[in-house]
């Protein structure tokens, strides 16, 4: 009778012992999947759209200069260059229409050569009216000169030479109407040689991305807008 009593015991014991373990194994995989959940809604959490990335857009067309280069490369891509001059150069494109986010912003990937580094920068967006809108990237020193009639915003410090930073713009500074598109994109040196990586849309606001838990802090992008210099 004792020993029947201690068997089933044991069996009552080790039965325990098995549903704890499979509850906190269901535990432990809810909570991993949650999140992975969490981190696969923060990435899909804005739109993203690539307009370049080592190959321009469908029907478009090169204005100016274009250089392809394969060194350095950004994340393995191929940028884009015009040759190195002193003064104002550029070269750019014209391309099917292009809606943005009004609360989004423009990531642009660019490269500064520090053996020959450029005094500005500027990337000028066309819209569909003809108009062109200006960011630009300035030294120390006051290089570029805007018409009272040209819109530009000036966006700070140049970044680091020879490391690939992204370039971050509000679209709301582009100016655009409800329903306006941009149609074109045009990448400026005063001096020196810049490559040119990808241009990426998001529908997701710098606020937004930095409240992301997700995602890594990088600095301020938007900048009061600058006088045109005289």
């Given at each position: 009778m004792l020993a029947r009593c201690v068997w089933v015991t044991f069996w009552v014991v080790l039965f325990g012992l098995g549903s704890l373990l499979l509850a906190q194994e269901g535990v432990t995989s809810q909570r991993v999947h949650e999140l992975k959940t969490t981190i696969e809604d923060t990435k899909n959490s804005g739109k993203e759209t690539i307009w370049v990335n080592g190959n321009l857009p469908v029907n478009s067309k090169m204005e100016g200069e274009w250089f392809w280069d394969t060194a350095p490369m950004e994340n393995g891509t191929r940028s884009h260059s015009h040759s190195s001059t002193k003064g104002l150069a550029s070269h750019g494109f014209t391309a099917d229409p292009v809606s943005l986010s009004n609360n989004g912003m423009i990531i642009q990937q660019v490269w500064l050569d520090p053996k020959d580094p450029p005094r500005g920068i500027m990337l000028k967006f066309k819209r569909?009216?003809?108009?062109e809108v200006g960011v630009y990237w300035e030294g120390e020193e006051e290089v570029f000169n805007f018409a009272e009639n040209r819109e530009a915003w000036y966006y700070g410090s140049l970044p680091k030479l020879g490391k690939w930073t992204p370039l971050e713009i509000q679209t709301e500074n582009?100016?655009?109407?409800?329903?306006?598109?941009?149609?074109?994109l045009r990448f400026a040196t005063f001096d020196g040689r810049a490559l040119w990586g990808k241009t990426v849309f998001t529908e997701t606001s710098l606020a937004e991305k930095r409240n992301s838990p997700f995602q890594i802090p990088t600095k301020p992008a938007k900048a009061p807008k600058k006088p045109a210099p005289q």
């Open positions: 569909t009216n003809g108009e582009l100016g655009l109407e409800v329903g306006e598109k941009v149609v074109g």
